[in-house]
């Protein structure tokens, strides 16, 4: 199948490119030594029967970690990344993932329990290859690497030939080819890609068969790995012959099962080859490749990149090897994989011009200079095999002492880095925290997200057939579609809570600044909040606690509110504590307190300098990759610190408070502090009232309250109502400043999706 010139002459370059990509990674489990754990899969995943994400290989210890299909590669690594630091921060703390293909610290074979699955025919497949290789051959870790051509290529260039009459026929004969191809030419991937040059003596049934300081290019990929025994052949030559033939092997009893031939290409679209034949084969399955111990996921962006370049190579391509062609490409993977990694291949001049071919084909499609530039790396480590992965891995092993303790090192060092924002998921950082927090949730105990909308913070949750939409991790088809309307508007939301019998403070609304300032004399030495009618995050709000005496000051708070909405509002100002309760259906689950913005002095330093050593905390941030605000230092903060009789220069004595704000909003700069437990339930169940009245599920409700200890009373003495809130920002009751954390988007799914819970 010649497809080059159907490509070039009907302009399909960019289309080429396009297709849809997954990776599996498999992965010990293991303690901080390195060897290998004898614990059971944990129980914090969920359960395995329909996880999506987060699997069980052979052994209760090996991870395999899934992600979903994507139509860019990116967004795949994307996943693999957030995928790997769900797990990472969910194993207990003394387990880490072990990087390197081949385990280490290896327990007695009775010591290692296989997958307790829920089907019995897979724990009794997996018994089946411990009679036949041994429990230590089955420790081995890889990654596969599943590749769908986009189907509107296939189609066109179906269209464009005339050899094939039927679509299906066509579309089985170009996978073929490029499966065909693969097993060709793989030894050039595993020269260039392999990473397991040893492994301890115990891994082998009989004596090892490395002499002493030996070291060779994949012992995974070689006749030590994963490979059936040598009678196993099957063929290659049509679709037919190849159903034909696993069904023969499974039918002698050769193996058990067709997904016991370990070829370093599946054909993937149905359970059995047979079925392929009519409805067509829908992706490739490569299971070539060692995991990577220097990327922290077991791949880099530039491999992953390189080996999709690589497959479209093996369309490209001309020729189509014949079933001897494909033994060729065996026998060298076997020769190249006990090569030694640091001397050149035997096969290099096969293996440099085939990339020469596919910087051609990279030439003729129009690719970028990224993958242009990752290609003439590639064809450098021909030359200099000493630049080649595996090379590298070897040098690694003998600095560090071996490859167990190469291996740890690097496992306790990926796991420290997945806790350096613990907070968040590092490859969605550009969504809200409370969303990231809510995925993370998701993809731990095997909901399937979907991002229907990045930057609206849009997602669907799965469970079965049961599907659910949440947008900013808490808005949900539980709410009423007026509710988040309702809280939009504070003077709205003023007359349904006052109506609803609620205690709120008296105001007056302003349309124009001119109108407001010369209404300065009504609210004269009265403490009052300044707030635009439409506000979210605490934006535009000036307080006088003390009470407004200057009306310059007064117009200054006005101008600024009057910046985020036409319309604004002057308050009275409730004496007491601003507290934030987080409720859900008919409970409240966390209450914090929200300190306004602050420092405490030590006679030494200014407040400037006061605010940037504070500002320093790790929780500390832009507010909406953070779960901490910075405290900024602008009009509000000086009009603020002015009625304190200080500036951003003063020296504040040693433990004086300075307040920087007066509304204690977290995205102002304030502090949070859990105080659930110790507020009375009075409060809480007024909050419940006050969430039904707006018409939501999920609220923040802002509540001043003199006295938390005190049960409600119905009068402005005893509590008020501030605001509530359809978008509460659940990350800070997750990570309070101080304070037991509650990890309230649980909740949310919990509400959503209640089989879950059994």
């Known amino acids: 199948m010649k497809i080059q010139q159907i490509i070039k002459n009907n302009r399909l370059e960019r289309l080429f490119q396009q297709g849809s990509f997954g990776i599996e990674k498999e992965s010990q489990r293991v303690h901080a030594d390195g060897s290998v754990v004898t614990t059971a899969h944990p129980n914090a995943f969920g359960n395995r029967s329909f996880h999506p994400y987060i699997q069980t ?59 307790q699955l829920d089907n019995p025919e897979d724990v009794a ?91 060779v290019r994949s012992l995974r990929s070689g006749q030590y790995g994963y490979v059936n025994a040598p ?43 047979r079925e392929l034949v009519a409805t067509g084969i829908q992706y490739l399955e490569f ?87 990752i290609l003439q790396d590639k064809l450098t480590q021909f030359d200099d095999p000493t630049q080649t992965l595996c090379a590298k891995v070897v040098a690694a092993i003998e600095q560090a002492g071996g490859y167990q303790k190469l291996g740890a090192e690097i496992a306790r060092r990926n796991k420290k880095q997945a806790f350096a924002r613990f907070y968040a998921l590092s490859a969605f950082d550009n969504m809200e925290l409370s969303t990231q927090a809510l995925m993370f949730d998701a993809i731990q105990k095997g909901l399937k997200v979907e991002i229907l909308d990045e930057r609206d913070q849009f997602l669907s949750l799965q469970f079965g057939d049961h599907l659910e939409y949440v947008k900013n991790g808490n808005m949900t088809s539980h709410d009423s579609y007026i509710s988040p309307l309702i809280m939009e508007n504070k003077v709205v939301t003023k007359k349904v809570l006052a109506k609803a019998g609620f205690n709120v403070p008296q105001s007056m ?25 439409s506000t979210n995050f605490g934006l535009g709000i000036s307080i006088f606690q003390q009470g407004v005496q200057d009306r310059d000051d007064f117009a200054k708070a006005v101008e600024i509110a009057f910046r985020e909405d036409k319309e604004i509002m002057v308050e009275d100002y409730l004496v ?64 603020q610190l002015k009625e304190q009789g200080l500036t951003v220069d003063s020296v504040p ?32 169940a007024l909050a419940v009232g006050i969430t039904k009245a707006m018409g939501a599920a999920v609220c923040g409700v802002d509540l001043i309250i003199p006295d938390l200890t005190k049960p409600a009373e119905p009068s402005l003495q005893s509590w008020g109502v501030i605001e509530a809130n359809f978008n509460p920002m659940m990350m800070m009751h997750i990570f309070p400043y101080a304070g037991q954390s509650r990890r309230v988007t649980q909740n949310v799914l919990n509400m959503l999706f209640p089989e879950l819970k059994s």
């Open 509 to 533: 609304e302003f349309t124009d600044l001119k109108s407001a300032v010369d209404n300065f004399p009504l609210f004269e030495n009265r403490a009052v909040v300044i707030k635009p009618k």
């Open 287 to 373: 299971r070539l490749f060692d995991l990577n111990p220097f990327a922290p996921y077991g791949i880099t962006p530039e491999d992953a990149r390189f080996i999709h370049y690589f497959i479209l190579l093996m369309a490209w391509l001309d020729e189509t090897p014949d079933q001897q062609g494909v033994a060729l490409g065996k026998d060298r993977l076997m020769a190249v994989a006990w090569e030694d990694p640091r001397q050149p291949t035997a096969y290099a001049e096969e293996g440099k011009s085939l990339l020469l071919a596919m910087k051609n084909m990279l030439e003729q499609i129009h690719a970028d200079d990224e993958i242009k530039s």
């Open 653 to 684: 004595a040693k433990d004086q408070l300075v307040q920087l704000r007066a509304n204690s909003n977290i995205s102002t700069g304030g502090d949070s502090i859990d105080m659930t437990d110790q507020m009375h339930p009075s409060y809480k």
């Open 576 to 639: 007491g504590t601003e507290y934030r309760f987080f409720v859900l259906g008919d409970k409240t689950l966390a209450v914090l307190l929200r300190v306004p913005a602050n420092v405490i002095g030590d006679g030494l330093h200014t407040v400037a300098e006061l605010v940037a050593a504070k500002n320093a905390h790790p929780l500390r941030g832009d507010g909406s990759r953070t779960p901490l605000k910075k405290i900024a230092l602008g009009d509000i903060e000086r009009l």
């Open 125 to 215: 497949y997996r018994e089946h290859l411990v009679k036949s290789y041994g429990k230590y051959k089955q420790m081995v870790s890889g990654i596969h690497y599943n590749f769908q051509l986009d189907p509107a290529l296939v189609s066109a260039l179906f269209k464009a030939q005339t050899a094939r009459q039927i679509a299906v026929d066509f579309q089985n004969d170009l996978y073929l080819k490029i499966a065909k191809n693969f097993l060709r030419y793989q030894w050039v991937l595993l020269y260039l890609l392999s990473a397991t040059p040893t492994v301890e003596a115990e891994y082998f049934r009989e004596s090892s068969p490395l002499k002493a300081n030996q070291y």
């Open 57 to 115: 290989d052979f052994a209760e210890s090996q991870l395999e970690l899934i992600t979903p299909p994507n139509k860019k590669l990116e967004d795949t690594l994307r996943w693999l990344s957030a995928i790997h630091e769900v797990a990472l921060r969910t194993l207990p703390d003394n387990e880490y993932i072990f990087p390197f293909s081949m385990p280490a610290g290896l327990p007695p074979e009775d010591q290692i329990k296989v997958a």
């Open 231 to 273: 009678e196993i052949q099957v063929s290659f030559d049509s679709l037919p012959a190849y159903a034909d033939s696993l069904e023969h092997w499974v039918n002698s009893g050769k193996l058990i099962a067709e997904k016991e031939f370990y070829s370093n290409v599946r054909l993937r679209g149905a359970k059995k080859a």
